[in-house]
């Protein structure tokens, strides 16, 4: 017979002010990690390879804090489109929808704002994300297919 422990009670996550600030981490975390490798890049430019490693260890960093903060989320879901997220066959589904909200809405309403406010070359660069990101939903879905 084995000592069977009672697991407390946990609330639901979900809409909760802690759920605001898991995202809200997680966001901040991620950013700071593509952030920091950007300035990694631009040490190495300026011949400063010590510098640049230290950015790159850094970043690997917040990408490990990023990581703790999505193993919470999973609970809700993904944090960027709301879908359920796990499994492969779950991420596939949650990397799709967030793709395509990219390639449909979000890049062609910031290619339209940056082109109204007379900012082309901006608008062009949102416009060639908006087509990235529809290649990218071709390639998801075609990888949920494989299942």
């Known amino acids: 017979m084995t000592d069977a422990k009672e697991l407390p009670d946990v609330p639901d996550l979900d809409g909760t002010s802690t759920h605001e600030n898991l995202k809200r981490a997680f966001s901040r975390e991620s950013e700071a990690s593509r952030r ?4 990694a890049q631009q040490a190495d430019i300026d011949g400063r390879p010590d510098l640049a490693d230290l950015f ?6 917040e990408t490990g804090h990023a990581f703790g903060h999505l193993e ?6 993904d944090p960027s489109s709301g ?3 796990g499994d492969t ?10 793709e395509r909200y990219e390639s449909v809405e979000m890049y062609p309403a ?6 109204a406010e ?9 416009e060639s994300l908006a087509r990235a990101e529809q290649a990218q939903v071709d390639r998801l879905v075609a990888g949920l297919d494989s299942l």
């Not at 919470?72 to 879901?77: Q, R, S």
């Open 56 to 61: 790159r260890t850094v970043a690997q960093g």
């Open 118 to 126: 007379g900012f082309a070359d901006v608008a062009e660069w949102f």
């Open 83 to 85: 879908e359920p997220i």
């Open 36 to 39: 920091y490798r950007w300035f």
């Open 110 to 115: 910031f290619a339209a704002t940056a082109r």
């Open 72 to 77: 919470f989320l999973a609970e809700v879901g």
């Open 89 to 98: 066959e779950a991420n596939l589904r949650a990397a799709v929808a967030s």
